[in-house]
Structures are given as structure tokens and as C-alpha cells.
């Protein structure tokens, strides 16, 4: 990646959201990104959604409305469409920041062996767009992520990876097989993080990138969430063990993680900005 704006993709899927859309796309189109490819999958709203779209459909790369079945196939026919070197998805309720597309495409352009990136500085809104919240994530790492403990709150800390801040590059993408699994109605983002992690190491940085919002019409249920994901990780029962059990020596471990991290590591991986060189660095370690 050899431009300082490399194509962004993102994908918004939509069902009568009207209310929230307009604010939705306004947060991505008002960053006035150079290199934007912005697809809306609308799945046949019967509100006023198909207006919205309308009004910005001269900014769009490709949008349609039209009967789904369901937010995971919306996903995966849009990102059908994209062609852009770094991916991601906004729920048409969910905003970004205004600093977020340029943030990620420093962050790519300056650290090729970034394959994923989260925030672990979550913001939730209102409907009203108000700020009520910013959570702390945990140090998100490969075994941490297998053993369940994204799934609700570490001591103090939030486990959870954002998904409305969540980018990733079409290659990683390609690797996991280019598709959300339709069969979920809840915890695809969850379902799609798994397969991410079969290739790649989630990387993280606190600069804050989105916000979730909070609302009466939410689609996520938190328990049934929760349950359907413990049911997806049942799938990586290997991935679940504790490197301790087999790598008693720490030190070892820790200069390994120079090279390819063995298959049941806990590795941290963050990017941090450095002023003085005016580009961003990345980090690694394993913890426990």
C-alpha cells in the first residue's frame, strides 16, 4: 500500500431505519475521505428510508433496496461490490467519528502487517446522539478472545470488540472466506472475528472510531447474543487451551513472538503514534 489515501469500503446494511440512516451516512460521507466506496444494502424499507437513500445517492459507489434475507446476506452481496483495500461495516444506527477514515488509513498505510484493527475505547449514544458512555476494552488477544471473555466486562474493563470500529483488509477477508454466515440472526460480527483470528492477530489502538447507539428499537438481545456465541466458539475447542499448559517458559515464548506465533499464543498487538517521527508504530507482546 503505497498511498497515503488507500480505497476505504464500507458497507452499511439497512431495514427500516430511517430515523437513525440520514445521521448514519452523514457521519461517513462529512469526513470528505478522497478514496471512499460507500455501498448501502437497504433490504426493501417501507418507511422513509428509500428517500434518504435517494438524496445521497450520487455519493454512493452502489445501493439498492430491495428484499433480503436477512443483515448477513445484505453484508455479504454488498461487499460484493467493494473493491477498496481496507473494509468494514456501519450499521445504518451506528456513526463514526470524524477523524475515523483518516485515522485508519494512516494506520494501514504506515503499518503493513496490521490485518485487522479494533478501537478498545468504546463509545455508546443515545437516540438523540448524545454520549452516555465510554468503556475501556481489555488488551484483546487470540486465546482471550477463544476462552470468551469478549463477551461482557473484565474487572473494570469491557471485553467486547467493537464492531461499528472494527476495519479490515480485503485480503483478510478473501482468506476467511468472503462472507458473513447467513444462518445468524445475532453474533455475525462475533462468527466473522473467529475466522479472523484462524489468519491474523487483532490489532488495537485507543484512538475512539465509532459509536454504537443505544435505543428502544436495538436488534441485539445481550443473553441470546451471548448463548449464540458461546456457540460459535465451541467450534475451536483446541484454540481454548492454555499456552501455559505446554510453553512453561515465558521468556522463551516472548522471543518467539518475534517470529510466527505458535498456534495457541496470547499475543497484544496495538499501534500507538509517534510525534516525533510523525507516523504510526506497531507493538507486540504476549501476555498472559
Not at 58 to 83: C, I, M, P, V
Not at 103 to 127: K, Y
Request: with cysteine.
Amino acid at each position: 500500500m503505497n498511498t497515503p489515501h488507500p480505497k476505504i469500503s464500507i458497507v452499511t446494511p439497512s431495514f427500516n431505519q430511517g430515523r437513525f440512516l440520514e445521521t448514519t451516512i452523514c457521519s461517513i460521507l462529512d469526513q470528505n475521505y478522497p478514496n471512499l466506496e460507500y455501498i448501502v444494502m437497504d433490504g426493501g424499507s417501507t418507511d422513509n428510508s428509500v428517500e434518504i437513500l435517494r438524496k445521497y445517492e450520487k455519493h454512493f459507489a452502489y445501493w439498492q433496496s430491495e428484499k433480503d434475507r436477512g443483515q448477513n446476506h445484505a453484508l455479504t452481496e454488498g461487499f460484493k461490490h467493494a473493491t477498496g483495500e481496507i473494509f468494514a461495516y456501519l450499521n445504518s444506527d451506528d456513526i463514526y467519528l470524524p477523524w475515523t477514515l483518516a485515522t485508519i488509513a494512516n494506520i494501514f498505510t504506515h503499518t503493513p502487517n496490521v490485518e485487522w484493527l479494533t478501537s478498545r475505547t468504546t463509545l455508546v449514544i443515545d437516540a438523540a446522539n448524545e454520549p452516555i458512555m465510554a468503556n475501556h476494552a481489555i488488551a484483546h488477544t487470540r486465546r482471550r478472545f477463544y476462552k470468551g471473555m469478549t463477551l461482557g466486562n473484565v474487572k473494570e474493563s469491557s471485553g467486547w470488540i467493537q464492531q461499528e470500529a472494527t476495519f479490515w483488509r480485503r485480503g483478510l477477508w478473501g482468506k476467511a472466506g468472503a462472507r458473513m454466515e447467513e444462518s445468524l440472526y445475532l453474533a455475525g460480527d462475533f462468527e466473522l472475528w473467529a475466522r479472523f483470528y484462524q489468519h491474523a492477530e487483532l490489532v488495537t489502538t485507543l484512538v475512539p472510531l465509532a459509536a454504537f447507539r443505544l435505543h428502544s428499537s436495538n436488534k441485539t438481545q445481550l443473553n441470546e447474543y451471548i448463548r449464540v456465541a458461546k456457540t460459535i466458539l465451541a467450534r475451536y475447542p483446541r484454540e481454548r487451551q492454555d499456552p501455559s499448559r505446554s510453553l512453561k517458559n515465558w521468556k522463551w515464548l516472548d522471543r518467539f513472538a518475534r517470529g510466527k506465533p505458535p498456534p495457541d499464543g496470547s499475543r497484544h498487538c496495538w499501534v500507538s503514534y509517534d510525534p516525533e517521527q510523525k507516523t504510526w508504530q506497531y507493538h507486540s507482546i504476549f501476555i498472559r
